[in-house]
């Protein structure tokens, strides 16, 4: 199970930490990744991580202002973000991708996904 928190209201130009809490299994040999769904859009590619957290992949739109990083000993998976927009409003999905470690931005790779966590940034 993964369990994402975080999301909230915030300003434009504020910043906000996603969690991603794993239980019931471990996911430290698993990439991670986070993706977003605004209202009437389809679901797109945020960041992932590789099971080591040497390598990390962000989208053309969040680079600059956001970061994903990885505690294996606490199952959890973070994403840092900052200087907000209005476009970043969106539920934030995390998920595992059990059959690799490595980081990719394929939605159709991750096995395991969580609840969401809804991000909304006001202008």
């Known amino acids: 199970q993964l369990q994402a928190s975080g999301g909230g209201l915030v300003q434009a130009g504020g910043s906000l930490r996603l969690s991603c809490a794993a239980s019931?299994?471990?996911?430290?040999?698993?990439?991670m990744g986070w993706f977003r769904q605004a209202p009437g859009k389809e679901r797109e590619f945020v960041a992932s991580?590789?099971?080591?957290?040497?390598?990390?992949l962000l989208a053309d739109s969040v680079k600059g202002r956001f970061t994903i990083a990885r505690d294996n000993a606490k199952n959890t998976v973070y994403l840092q973000m900052n200087s907000l927009k209005p476009e970043d409003t969106a539920v934030y999905y995390c998920?595992?991708?059990?059959?690799?470690?490595?980081?990719?931005?394929?939605?159709?790779?991750?096995?395991?996904w969580g609840q969401g966590t809804l991000v909304t940034v006001s202008s």
């Open positions: 019931g299994r471990t996911f430290s040999s698993s990439a």
């Open positions: 998920a595992a991708d059990i059959d690799s470690g490595v980081a990719v931005s394929y939605p159709d790779t991750y096995s395991h």
């Open positions: 991580i590789s099971w080591t957290g040497t390598t990390t």
